[in-house]
């Protein structure tokens, strides 16, 4: 009996890689579709427009592969490598055709002309190259960067804070502000952004970094006490009652020794911290109105709009956002498994 | 490029000198009243500031009730300082003081400020009275006509009642497919002796390491009806399995409901498009946690059963399902407050609530008061919101505590543990 426990039969192995690769398909489908979106030369979603499917009776099993390989891979990019790149889609050429057809005695007639051939130069990296040369795409990011940068450190510093009087030491109302800070989890949060906006406002910080930063760091601040906290209360006191013994202060027995003890829960309570302000955009939506202020999030919902999609653009835009951010958290994942383990150890 | 660098830097020089006023202003204020809580002119001063504050708000235009308010708190503090806490906590206080001020200021403050809303008549058609004279008209002759227009049958919307049961179905599904999902693939990737277990993981968690935003447009760019992926995937699929009989055309899939839709505009469409999105969004975290469960179960405990003859699927229900009990039920919970407050989903599925037909009560709850500007009904809506929460989740603790008393120290790792494994990709929506 043991030995069927310990030892799987070779046709439920294949079974359980069948399974596992569906569902690593499923998993990074859309992925691939926005990278296959992006090197589109249109602002189409698809590439069945392109090659139409045959009709029912006629069509094979052969004809569905390509229909998937066109949803996947980039033909664009085929093309190019082949060599045979033709480029402009109908409509562009179409432009083209009646620049042609303009007037000559028309003063303007070169500059449209001009621009019409601009047009039909759009190659498969072309979304690539207006993303960061008409629009403030670097900007955004940049935006996006400081925002959650300092929201997270300022955010971390505080909950650090409260997190060791809330470990640390008894006083009174202490239950009461841990029932506070678990309710704020559940308050839904259209609730919050009208006051926010209000309070933001009568500090005079509407439309700055400013703003945005504080309401993001005070946002962040229940859950990370509550992490920091638990955290905490497996880091023994006795290094610190040693300390004091020697006569350092509470505040710097905080410092000098309680928080270079706990730095894999401050990572894993920042990296949560700069993730969540880093994907958002409510706040952000209603506290800042210029466009050379906002983040990320603002300027790629911009383009993915209803009735003037650029999806060509949007899905440039979320290739060269998403792939860093991807990779830095599924870095950084093993390291939060590794701080997991060393507190339930302790604890 | 137009990366202008000095502006910014400008205003972190300046949010840099706020925060440190503020914190400074914090650390002074209590820092004082411990130094002086103890001197004879204490109470005496702290009753004048009081008056001063008071008259100081009237004269500047507030309310009596505002300035009632100037005149209390000072005191408060002063006879709080004095007779309760004789300087004892300074310690505590010192480390609590910017935390509690961030929190006052934007979680406490705003609370009480919406509960304050809730009573009065506040929308676009009130609003010039509101600015011109500093106070709305209550609602109502007691003031909680808001409360009751809740759960009346609305013109600019779905009645109460429907928007919470399809809340209650949307929290439901997605609970049901997070977790089974979750736990077939965690049972999957748990198989003994198979190899490239980190490769699947890694490209398993993909959709959790993925922004959320980004994610949820990239699944409504491919539900677009026309160009989308979804629906041509689903005609060429019909089109291959058909037959074709006499003149009829034949395509067994689409009696199973297997056809191509118009995801946007038919209202069951929609929904089922969000929760596709939002189950494909949250099986990962599910997923590494029943994981991390599983490996954690020691082997010589199914050895035990198997030596006493328990099949595959008794193993299953009596070993596996409760060793992973204490793990799994705070994730569950917190998974479920999640998905009843997600906004973020059902907003960007829904293009900012352009679409009708799919919102469930936060999305309802975002549009009564920023498309119709409703916010005193706003204030009182989501208070109804809230409660449900509140009496939801005590339920739940009351209904899993039942059971059996889980030893507190494991439960409580166990909680510690989901709380650093778990993704806050709710703060965006929780403000």
């Known amino acids: ?347 | 490029m137009n990366l202008s660098v000095m502006p910014a830097i400008i205003e972190l020089l300046k949010l840099g000198g706020i925060l440190l006023l503020m914190l400074g202003f914090a650390f002074a204020y209590l820092l004082v009243n411990y130094r002086v809580w103890n001197s004879k002119l204490y109470l005496l001063s702290k009753v004048l500031l009081g008056l001063s504050l008071g008259f100081f708000l009237k004269a500047a235009g507030a309310s009596w009730l505002t300035a009632g308010f100037g005149l209390a708190v000072p005191v408060a503090i002063g006879l709080y300082f004095r007779y309760m806490l004789k300087g004892r906590y300074r310690t505590p206080a010192y480390f609590l003081a910017p935390a509690i001020l961030g929190i006052i200021l934007l979680f406490l403050y705003p609370l009480l400020y919406q509960f304050f809303l809730s009573f009065h008549d506040l929308s676009l058609k009130t609003f010039a009275d509101w600015v011109r004279e500093g106070s709305a008209p209550l609602a109502g002759s007691f003031g909680l006509e808001n409360y009751f227009e809740v759960f009346r049958d609305r013109a600019t919307g779905q009645s109460f009642v429907v928007v919470l049961g399809r809340t209650l179905l949307w929290t439901f599904i997605n609970l049901v497919f997070h977790l089974g999902l979750g736990l077939a693939l965690a049972m999957l990737l748990n198989t003994p002796g198979m190899r490239g277990v980190g490769i699947y993981r890694t490209i398993l968690t993909l959709p959790w390491v993925m922004p959320q935003v980004i994610a949820v447009l990239v699944w409504r760019s491919d539900f677009n009806e026309s160009v989308g992926f979804i629906n041509q995937f689903i005609n060429v699929t019909n089109q291959l399995i058909s037959f074709q009989v006499g003149d009829n055309l034949i395509q067994p899939l689409t009696w199973i409901g297997f056809q191509p839709r118009q995801w946007f505009v038919d209202p069951t469409a929609l929904f089922m498009a969000a929760c596709i999105v939002n189950i494909w969004l949250g099986v990962p975290f599910m997923m590494i946690n029943s994981l991390g469960a599983l490996q954690s179960i020691p082997k010589s405990v199914y050895e035990a059963a198997s030596i006493d003859g328990a099949r595959a699927w008794q193993r299953f229900y009596h070993v596996t399902l409760p060793l992973l009990k204490p793990v799994m039920v705070p994730a569950a919970m917190l998974g479920a407050i999640w998905t009843f407050n997600n906004l973020n989903v059902i907003y960007l599925m829904t293009d900012g609530g352009r679409y009708e037909g799919a919102d469930i009560l936060v999305t309802d709850l975002f549009k009564q008061s920023f498309t119709y500007y409703r916010y005193g009904f706003a204030a009182a809506y989501s208070f109804v919101i809230f409660a449900i929460l509140c009496v939801f989740t005590y339920l739940q603790t009351r209904l899993t505590a039942e059971g059996k008393p889980i030893p507190d120290k494991k439960a409580e790792s166990a909680a510690a543990q989901n709380q650093l494994t778990q993704k806050p990709n709710l703060s965006s929506t929780r403000v």
Not at chain 1, 87 to 92: G, L, Q
Not at chain 1, 116 to 134: C, G, H, I, M, P
Not at chain 1, 224 to 251: H, N, Q, W
Not at chain 1, 311 to 338: D, R, T
């Open chain 1, 1 to 347: 009996m043991a030995a069927t426990i310990n030892k799987v039969s070779l046709p439920r192995l294949l079974t359980v890689h069948l399974l596992l690769s569906v569902a690593c398909i499923v998993a990074t489908f859309p992925i691939f579709r926005i990278v296959a979106i992006s090197f589109r030369n249109t602002d189409t979603v698809s590439a069945a427009a392109k090659s139409s499917f045959p009709p029912p009776g006629e069509a094979t099993a052969d004809d569905y592969v390509k229909f998937f390989a066109d949803a996947v891979v980039p033909y664009e990019i085929i093309d190019a490598i082949l060599g045979k790149e033709k480029a402009a889609p109908a409509v562009v050429e179409s432009v083209k055709e009646e620049a042609t057809a303009i007037d000559p005695n028309d003063p303007f007639a070169s500059l449209d002309q001009a621009s019409a051939s601009k047009v039909t130069e759009r190659r498969w990296y072309s979304n690539y190259t207006d993303l960061f040369s008409r629009y403030l795409f670097l900007q955004w990011i940049y935006n996006s960067i400081m925002i959650s940068l300092s929201a997270s450190l300022i955010g971390i510093f505080l909950s650090a804070t409260a997190a060791y009087a809330f470990s640390r030491f008894e006083f009174p109302g202490k239950r009461f502000a841990l029932g506070f800070l678990f309710m704020t989890q559940m308050i839904p949060g259209p609730l919050m952004i009208i006051p926010v906006y209000l309070v933001i406002k009568s500090l005079n910080l509407g439309n700055s970094y400013a703003g945005l930063v504080i309401a993001m760091s005070v946002t962040i601040l229940p859950f990370s006490i509550m992490v920091l906290r638990g955290y905490f209360e497996t880091v023994p006191k006795s290094l610190e009652e040693a300390a004091r013994v020697d006569g350092c202060t509470a505040v710097s027995a905080f410092f000098r020794i309680l928080l270079p003890l706990s730095t894999p829960a401050l990572a894993i309570a920042f990296l949560f911290a700069f993730t969540s302000a880093w994907s958002e955009f409510l706040l952000a939506s209603t506290l800042i109105d210029d466009a050379s202020l906002r983040p990320w999030t603002l300027g790629l919902m911009e383009f993915s709009g209803n009735y003037d999609a650029r999806w060509g653009l949007f899905a440039a835009g979320s290739v060269v956002i998403a792939l860093p951010s991807m990779i830095l958290f599924l870095y950084s994942s093993k390291y939060v498994i590794s701080g997991l383990t060393v507190g339930s150890v302790k604890g």
